[in-house]
């Protein structure tokens, strides 16, 4: 057994210098070290022989393993240099060669949100960027959500262990701040990336952009928040677009309502973006609550506002026919030389 050993070590050692390519090297490799491979088949004999023979034998065939480990690793690196220097002397290029860079364009949800930031900023609004990392205080406690609210769970909220800070589940985490902040009138819009602890899938990402607006003063009511949003969603899409509201819950608001609006590509007649009735679903509105404006340090005796938000890769989504929001997020230039 020695002898095979040997041999077999001797055999390695001449076969390697021969190999050109890394991929004949490591198929080798295999043939030789692997699970099935002639050195391994032989090492495990071992167990047949004599406890003196085993000494002897193991003792040889180990030394045998270092010396092809080290071989087959010595040939990597010298193939590895001649395929570089190969490629050094083959593939020499030209730096004089004009060439010319691709132009690149603006992300659509950025075009899209640069768009409702100028019709805000033609009205008088202010344009805060909303923070990404938050606190439960500014993100829930704040803005009415209670302590048992099931979006404060660890199924939609990306906690920051132990430090009482979150990644902002929604731009509402920003109201607070504003309204200790900035003197009233307030009229502000916020737009921010927001995270979910969500499934993705067509229309679900974790990572998603908001836009919310706020704005607080003395008589603010719903047909101020009636006007704000027609106008806004007539800009973007270009024509006349009705609203419709129905009632909806969100602790920050009271009353609360979720907005639909006329399907701008069939005018409300019904074509498959809006699966033929007429309307789209947008969004959550409504007048906020008395609770965040007394949290905000103002007298909701005196003061009201309105805020809404909503979800601007939805939004985009609809406006340019974008079937699937993972786009969004993707390196995918063949989707974003589209833009
Ligand atoms: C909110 O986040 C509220 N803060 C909105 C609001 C503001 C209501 C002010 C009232 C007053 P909601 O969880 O529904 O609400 O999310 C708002 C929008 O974000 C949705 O309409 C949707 O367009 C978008 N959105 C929610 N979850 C996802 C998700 N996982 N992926 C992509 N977009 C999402």
């Known amino acids: 057994m020695l002898n095979q050993i040997k041999t077999l070590e001797l055999t390695v050692l001449t076969k390697v210098t021969h190999i050109k390519d890394e991929e004949t090297l490591i198929q080798y490799r295999n043939d030789i070290l692997g699970k099935a491979g002639e050195l391994t088949t032989i090492l495990k004999w071992l167990k047949d022989l004599s406890p003196e023979e085993r000494g002897t034998v193991g003792k040889a065939a180990n030394e045998t393993r270092d010396i092809i480990t080290d071989a087959f690793e010595a040939e990597r690196k010298r193939i590895k240099k001649e395929f570089i220097a190969q490629k050094l002397e083959t593939e020499q290029e030209d730096v004089t060669v004009p060439f010319s860079h691709t132009k690149g364009s603006l992300h659509p949800i950025t075009m899209v949100q640069q768009e409702v930031e100028d019709t805000f ?30 979006a404060r769970d660890m199924q939609d909220t990306f906690w920051l262990e132990g430090s009482g800070h979150v990644l902002a589940t929604q731009t509402s985490c920003m109201q607070n701040l504003i309204m200790k902040n900035k003197s009233t009138p307030i009229k502000a819009i916020i737009p921010g990336r927001v995270f979910r602890n969500e499934d993705v899938d067509a229309t679900h990402d974790n990572t998603f952009y908001q836009v919310e607006w706020i704005v607080v003063d003395k008589w603010i009511g719903i047909s101020h928040l009636k006007f704000t949003i027609t106008t806004m969603l007539s800009d973007i899409f270009g024509k006349e677009v009705k609203i419709r509201m129905r009632p909806g819950y969100f602790p920050f608001v009271e009353p609360g309502v979720e907005v639909d609006f006329s399907c701008p590509f069939c005018d409300g007649v019904g074509c498959k973006i809006c699966k033929g009735s007429g309307w789209i679903e947008f969004m959550g509105a409504g007048l906020i609550h008395p609770n965040v404006i007394r949290e905000g340090g103002l007298d909701p005796e005196i003061y009201s506002g ?16 974008i079937p699937d929001m993972r786009y969004f997020m993707s390196p995918d230039v063949r989707f974003l030389k589209q833009f």
């Open 121 to 150: 900023t033609r009205m008088g609004f202010d344009i805060y960027d909303a923070m990404e990392v938050t606190t439960e205080y500014l993100n829930f406690d704040a803005v009415n959500v209670p302590k048992t609210h099931p």
């Open 306 to 321: 309105f805020a809404f938000g909503f979800g601007l890769n939805r939004l985009v989504m609809i406006r340019y026919g």
